[in-house]
């Protein structure tokens, strides 16, 4: 829960810069508010603010959530008029672009390190600001063919065939060396038989002789 402390100061900034008014769609009394920005935010809004990432916009409840100073210090410096004012100066912003895109720009980077800057009780400076490369590194990873159609690189890939050529291999010299135990079985028992033959006759033989014997 917010503190007595914490209500009191977002209070004050209620009737300023708009701030009365949802900075999306318009709606009254927002009871929300995008600390990086620092602008206020409805219900329905905030939800779509979420969804972009903290990295992006980070949300907080004007009475629900637990604030640090550090944010307070962003909303101060913040506001609705404020943020529509310098967004709508940058070429690469449009208020009418969808939540997930306008926020992405380099626009809303500048403003987000603008808030941070003046929070921290520094002068920012246009001119020496410096816009991450991190939005141009995501939009290159997700729009990346390979990423996208969930394909291996080409060594997993031969690295898979060499797998499976050299699974086949051992199956058939398995395969081999059971057909050569087999004919070394067959060939085994030609050879008892031919021992039981001659067997048969040295058994016959021997009658005879018991009997000339005789």
Known sequence: MASPRTRRLLGE????????????CGARNPQWVSVSLGIFICLECSGKHRGVGVHLSFVRSVTMDKWKDSELAKMKVGGNDKARKFL?????????????QKYNTRAA???RDKIKTESEGRVWDASKARVSASLQRGKENRSSP???????????????????????????NHY???????????????????????????????????????
């Open 109 to 111: 980077e500048l403003y």
């Open 176 to 214: 081999g060396n059971s057909s050569s135990n087999y004919g070394n079985s067959s060939s085994n028992y030609r050879n008892s038989s031919s021992n039981y033959r001659n067997s048969s006759s040295n058994y016959r033989n021997s009658s005879s002789n018991y009997r000339n014997s005789s």
């Open 146 to 172: 390979a990423l996208l159609q969930g394909n291996r690189s080409p060594s997993m890939q031969q690295g898979g065939r060499v797998a499976n050529a050299g699974s086949s291999g051992n199956v058939n």
């Open 88 to 100: 709508d100066s940058q070429s690469d912003y449009n208020h009418s672009m969808p939540i997930a």
């Open 13 to 24: 900034l209620k009737p300023k810069d708009s701030n009365n008014l949802c900075f999306e």
